[in-house]
Each structure stands twice: as structure tokens, then as C-alpha cells.
């Protein structure tokens, strides 16, 4: 019975999204434009694309499991401070954005987007960045495509190894609909890339970003690893600023 249950709410359990209004106005610090992109006949998604004065290249953003683009605007703004385009999408079910959720949906809503900014930038311009829920969606694109740039904020091995360690004793890789095996995508990707934790992430422990890690070790890759930090609080940290400025 309780695997019956975890089997039909773990969308409850991993999504956690926020609805707005189809007329709420955003409102953040630098200019930027909304989009609705139908990315399937069934499927519209909802995007920000900040622009920056003298922009350097643009940065796909894959935000975390919880709240809307509201939310994720404001913190990408710090990404647009640095000189850089920013573009962040909602996924489905999230915000403005509609249609029927998947692991699928995730992967090919990504590339949608990725192929927009292919129409305005060219691809050595383009970094992608996921953070928590979306860095393995960020994989995944950076696998299938050739980016100037991966950086993982808070990445997990994959959902199921989550999961696993939340809930040990059911036979999860049977009730799992959703595994975005991170570690199998990283195999694949060319572009150099950044892997970021703290070492207090209660919700995703620091060894998932190590695993990876080992996946690559010595091969375009590197950790820094954020004493003290917490799943939520990674820029508020001087090593993640220096960090991140050295990458962009």
C-alpha cells in the first residue's frame, strides 16, 4: 500500500511548483523579455530572457524543484550582473507554463529552448548552468550538444540515488518514474565542466556532486566544494562568488 502510494504521488514529492496568473507582471532589475514557446501541441512554456548591457555569451538556466520564474528571476539576476544574458524557463505545470509533466517533457522542453538561442547566439556562446532539480536536465543538453560550458550547482548522481537514501527500503528503481541519471550524461559531455556543493546540503549530500566527480576525474572537470554551505545558501559564500566569477 505505501508503495502503491509513493508510486502515484511522487510528482507531490519531487515538483514542488507554484502557480501564477497568465496576466501576472514580472518585475526584476534588468530588462528582459517573456516568452511563450510552444514546444509541443499540447505544451506551452512560459521563459524570461534577460539581457545585459555588454553581454559576454548567454547562460540556459535549469532552476530547483520549487516556486516559478518570480522566484528563479530574481536569483538569476545575479548571473546578469555578471555581463551575461540569462534564460530560464518554467517547466510544465510551473508558473505560466502548461502541459503534461515527464522526464521526456523535461528533456525536449530543454532543448527547445536551447535551440531558440541557437537562432540568436552562436553555440561557443553558450553556457549552460542547472542548479539542484535542473542539473540534470542541464546534463542531459549538454550531452546532445556542444556548449561552451556546464556548471552544476548542488548536483545529485541521479534522482533515484536520491531517493534512495530517503527512502531505503522500497524497491525504487521499480516505482521511480523519474531517474535523471546525471552520472550516464556526463560520460557524454565534451564542454569543461563545474561542479559546486556545500558540505551542509541536507537534501542533496556533497558525496552525489563527489560521485560525479569520479566519474570524470582529471577529464574537464572540477569541484569546488563550499565549507559550510547548505542546499539553498551557495551565494552567500565568497568561494562560490570567486568560483563563479572565474568561470564566467
Not at 536520491?162 to 523519474?178: N, Q, S, T
Request: net charge positive; proline share 4%; glycine share 4%.
Amino acid at each position: 500500500m505505501i508503495s502503491t502510494s509513493l508510486y502515484f504521488l511522487q510528482e507531490k514529492l519531487i515538483f514542488l511548483p507554484t502557480k501564477l496568473e497568465q496576466d501576472f507582471t514580472y518585475q526584476f532589475n534588468y530588462p528582459f523579455e517573456e516568452l511563450f514557446l510552444n514546444t509541443d501541441k499540447d505544451a506551452i512554456i512560459n521563459a524570461l530572457h534577460f539581457k545585459a548591457k555588454k553581454a559576454k555569451g548567454v547562460i540556459l538556466y535549469f532552476h530547483g524543484n520549487a516556486g516559478d520564474l518570480n522566484r528563479w528571476g530574481k536569483i538569476t539576476e545575479f548571473l546578469v550582473a555578471k555581463d551575461y544574458d540569462v534564460f530560464v524557463m518554467d517547466y510544465r505545470t510551473y508558473g505560466k507554463s502548461t502541459g503534461k509533466l515527464s522526464e521526456n517533457a523535461l528533456y525536449s522542453d530543454a532543448q527547445y529552448c536551447y535551440d531558440y538561442l541557437l537562432k540568436h547566439y552562436s553555440e561557443e556562446n553558450i553556457t549552460l548552468y542547472g542548479r539542484s532539480l535542473g542539473t540534470g536536465i542541464a546534463s542531459y543538453l549538454a550531452s546532445k550538444n556542444q556548449p561552451k560550458q556546464l556548471i552544476l550547482e548542488t548536483p545529485y548522481y541521479s534522482l533515484l540515488d536520491v531517493a534512495k537514501k530517503r527512502f531505503p527500503v522500497f524497491p525504487l528503481k521499480i516505482l521511480m518514474k523519474y531517474e535523471l541519471p546525471t552520472f550516464k550524461y556526463i560520460k557524454k559531455v565534451t564542454c569543461p565542466i563545474a561542479l559546486l556543493h556545500g558540505t551542509n546540503d541536507k537534501i542533496i549530500p556533497i558525496q552525489s556532486a563527489v560521485k560525479l566527480y569520479d566519474e570524470r576525474k582529471n577529464e574537464n572537470i572540477s569541484l569546488t566544494i563550499i565549507e559550510g554551505a547548505k542546499h539553498n545558501n551557495l551565494n552567500a559564500f565568497e568561494t562560490y562568488i570567486n568560483k563563479i566569477e572565474e568561470i564566467l
